[in-house]
């Protein structure tokens, strides 16, 4: 929740629809709509999406990391099996900060073909009065199978809209 309202501090600066952007020395595609902004390199993530600022709101964030892992292919199996470590981990997470999980999304993989596999995990949280949906993704693609990861934030106060926004943004994505 801390880092929601840091990214809607830093992030201030109006971005044009960028359709391809070098991350990390990574070649990727995202459709961003024009209302949305982006940041490379804040707090040491390399890429930050955000939806549009409102006064007085939070605003949906997605998080992009390219990874230096190229050449895998996860096992769904063995990795539908981790859903529990997930759950615990996040579920410490959100105690921590006196919080409740409302709902665990149930891990899910699926293949496109602009991404050779698609691994997601997710669950809703409340911090106080707030209400949080968070995404957990690991793409692999490319000719080199690079592992890419993204993580979502959508408070529950910012526009329906943007939650259908950030979920076309992270369908669009391509590497390569």
């Known amino acids: 929740m801390i880092l929601v309202w840091v990214f809607s501090a830093l992030i201030t600066v ?4 960028e359709k391809s952007i070098t991350v990390e020395g990574q ?7 024009k209302t949305w902004q982006t940041v490379k390199n804040p707090l040491g993530l390399s890429l930050v999406v955000a939806g549009p600022y409102e006064r007085g709101k939070k605003r949906a964030i997605l998080s992009l990391v390219p990874t230096t892992v190229q050449g895998v292919s996860f096992d769904s199996k063995a990795l539908s099996k981790e859903q529990e470590a997930y759950q ?6 959100v105690k921590k900060y006196r919080g ?5 999304f149930p891990y899910q ?11 997601a995990f997710g669950y809703r949280y409340q911090l106080g009065s707030k209400n949080f949906e968070e995404r957990t993704l690991y793409l692999i693609c490319g000719p ?9 934030l959508f408070p529950e106060e ?3 809209e943007q939650k259908k926004q950030m ?3 992270v369908g669009s994505f391509k590497c390569g």
Do not use: M
């Not at 615990?88 to 997470?93: A, D, L, S």
């Not at 993989?109 to 691994?119: C, N, Y």
């Open 14 to 17: 109006v971005s044009a629809a």
């Open 27 to 33: 070649r990727i595609r995202l459709d961003i709509p």
């Open 88 to 93: 615990k981990g996040r579920t410490e997470w």
């Open 100 to 104: 409740n999980v409302l709902e665990f």
């Open 109 to 119: 993989f699926k293949s496109t073909q602009l991404v050779h596999e698609v691994h």
């Open 144 to 152: 080199e199978n690079r592992l890419f990861h993204i993580k979502t």
């Open 158 to 160: 910012a526009k329906p």
């Open 167 to 169: 979920e076309k943004i």
